[in-house]
């Protein structure tokens, strides 16, 4: 982006430092290792099925310890344990068993929330089974917000890996990647803003993908559900929206510089009047989404066709926007949206109008 502190880093889930990578807009993808809701302890009846204990009983092991005995855990056999308790039983256990299967299984989502956080090795081993397919089969089918979260935040950390991982586990044109995409769709319409936040947070770990992660995306209904969100969520989820459509308008890059554009992504998305949106969070007073603000003022005032990008940027007052910053004790967010009045609203600015 404009200069080399818009750097992405992936939040470490344990620490605050970060891997840098350059295939997003101003981070790359963000594992997220929460706690579970805290409502205690569930007591299990004792002729309950072990599987059923399993599942309690790993995810004490992996919450509540800094170094949880994820390696051992592993090699004891316990992702065949947690893929069997996330399927689904027969119809009559279904029927008879509904509720405390669903229990079941958002303890079991809960484990593999903090396996795919802890451990490179346990994703690995995670996405090879058949977890991200059950996942994917309870977010279209559940309407349990306990159980919804912990899916949710699975599937944005497995998706949070390398490039390969991610390719392998969302592969554009299966079955599998259109189901995924659907399901976020649904949590996109939710009344729950927590899971428009969540799935937000998940599309903005694909869209830091591939060119092809980034059109499966652009071309689903999912891109009017974020652009209407950008100018009308809570503050917190519009912050996670604009990563998303930040994301879908740079190329995975390698090496220093700034990110190459995909054009027909950032002309369709200013056109569907995002810039509005990015301008408002340049004013926040939060420093991280300020600074994805101007990141993505930064692309249009490079990279909208004909020179047209300062125009657009000052018909929403972006330049006032910017001039807040010409004094600000942020040194990194000084720097940037200075040198982008500089170099794109200078003496010459308007000259040829």
């Known amino acids: 982006m404009a200069d080399d502190s818009s750097t992405s880093h992936r939040r470490d889930p344990i620490k605050s430092s970060g891997k840098e990578r350059r295939e997003s807009l101003v ?10 809701t805290g409502d205690g302890d569930v007591p299990v009846e004792e002729n309950d099925m072990l599987t059923d204990k399993a599942g309690f009983l790993l995810d004490a092991q992996t ?3 800094e ?4 390696e051992a855990a592993l090699k004891a056999g316990a992702i065949p344990l947690l893929v069997q308790c996330l399927s689904f039983g027969s119809p009559d256990e279904q029927l008879l068993e509904a509720a405390w299967d669903e229990e079941v299984a958002t303890e079991v989502a809960w484990v593999v929330v903090y396996l795919s956080a802890l451990s490179n090795f346990a994703t690995g081993v995670l996405v090879k089974s058949d977890v991200l397919h059950l996942l994917v089969e309870r977010l279209a089918t559940s309407n349990s917000l306990q159980l919804l979260i912990p899916v949710l935040r699975s599937l944005g950390n497995l998706v949070a890996g390398d490039s390969h991982t991610t390719s392998t586990i969302l ?11 659907k399901v976020l769709v649904k949590c996109l319409k939710s009344d ?8 937000s947070w998940v599309l903005s770990n694909i869209a830091a993908g591939s060119i092809e992660h980034k059109q499966m995306i652009y071309s689903s209904e999912a891109v009017a559900l974020l652009l209407r969100l950008l100018s009308t969520a809570p503050f917190d989820i519009r912050k996670e929206v604009a990563y998303v459509l930040g994301n ?12 190459n554009l995909v054009e027909d992504h950032l002309v369709s998305l200013v056109q569907g009047g995002c810039l509005s949106g990015f301008i408002d969070l340049v004013r926040s007073a939060d420093i991280e989404a300020a600074r994805l603000g101007l990141q993505f003022t930064e692309l249009v005032l490079r990279g909208i066709p004909n020179g047209d990008g300062p125009k657009l940027v000052e018909q929403e007052d ?15 967010l000084r720097n940037m949206a200075n040198g982008l009045v500089d170099k794109y609203f200078g003496e010459d600015y308007g000259i040829d109008e």
Do not use: W
């Not at 170094?67 to 994820?70: A, E, G, H, I, L």
């Not at 879908?248 to 990110?259: R, S, W, Y």
């Not at 972006?318 to 990194?332: K, S, T």
């Open 171 to 181: 592969v554009p044109g299966h079955e599998i990647t259109d189901g995924v995409i």
């Open 192 to 199: 729950h803003r927590v899971l428009k936040k969540e799935a």
């Open 67 to 70: 170094f949880p005995p994820v």
């Open 63 to 65: 919450s509540s310890s």
């Open 248 to 259: 879908l308008c740079v190329a995975p890059t390698v090496g220093e510089g700034k990110p």
């Open 318 to 332: 972006g330049i006032d926007a910017m001039e807040r910053y010409q004094f600000h004790e942020n040194e990194d």
């Open 27 to 36: 981070r790359a993808k963000r594992l997220c290792r929460v706690g579970a």
